[in-house]
């Protein structure tokens, strides 16, 4: 079993910043691909950004230049560092881990975290 635990979301003014990290715990392969996933109120999933055990990053075009991904081994833990939110950012943000070889926003992600919320005012 896969255990994931975010923390640091919260509310921020419009060209603020959030860091978002994710505890990651139990029965999952350190190689594999881990992510940042948002999610509005009656819309899709999308995915935000993922890194890869080589520390290969992609993002999702909204995002790139703004947010930063990265991955501390160590403890294991993802973060995801956000700059110069916009009101077009506000979801709940979960993390996920892949538990299949692969590491694409467009993926479909194994283990999921409980959600933290953002929310942009102006």
């Known amino acids: 079993q896969v255990h994931l635990a975010e923390s640091g979301g919260g509310s921020v003014q419009t060209g603020g910043s959030l860091r978002l990290s994710c505890a990651v715990s139990g029965n999952i392969n350190p190689r594999n691909c881990r992510g940042w996933f948002r999610q509005v109120t009656g819309g899709e999933r999308e995915g935000v950004a993922a890194i890869d055990s080589d520390g290969t990053t992609s993002y999702a075009e909204s995002v790139k230049g703004r947010f930063t991904i990265s991955l501390d081994n160590a403890k294991p833990t993802v973060h995801l560092q956000m700059s110069a939110l916009t009101p077009e950012d506000p979801a709940i943000y979960y993390c996920?881990?892949?538990?299949?070889?692969?590491?694409?926003?467009?993926?479909?992600?194994?283990?999921w975290g409980q959600g933290t919320q953002v929310t942009v005012s102006s």
């Open positions: 996920a881990a892949f538990v299949a070889p692969g590491c694409s926003l467009a993926g479909k992600p194994g283990a």
